[in-house]
């Protein structure tokens, strides 16, 4: 099954003017934990070719959230995504394994 047909927002969006942050919040916890054996820090680093980024799981809510460094601040003339929205678009076709 696809990320985007697991989850109620995929989002991507500044978090000031250096920061992008992305929310995954899930239709239910038994999607949540099977995104979960999925997704994982080292992988956003990886599509995202960042060398870091903040990996947060909040089991309460069904909820993953990425946050990280934008190259260029919000707005500037090298910035080619000025409110941040469009860096969820990655993620929607990511294969999460349903069974087991």
Not at 10 to 29: P, Y
Not at 43 to 59: A, G, L, T
Not at 62 to 81: H, M, P, Y
Request: some cysteine; hydrophobic content about 40%.
């Amino acid at each position: 099954m696809k990320l985007k047909d697991m989850v109620y927002v995929l989002r991507s969006k500044n978090a000031g003017v250096w920061h992008i942050t992305i929310d995954i919040i899930f239709k239910n916890s038994e999607f949540y934990q099977m995104a979960k054996r999925v997704l994982n820090k080292e992988m956003f680093c990886k599509i995202y070719n960042k060398k870091q980024v903040e990996y947060f799981e909040c089991d309460s809510l069904n909820t993953i959230k990425i946050s990280f460094l934008r190259e260029n601040v919000a707005g500037s003339i090298n910035d080619t995504d000025c409110l941040g929205a469009l860096w969820y678009i990655p993620l929607c076709d990511i294969e999460v394994n349903t069974t087991s």
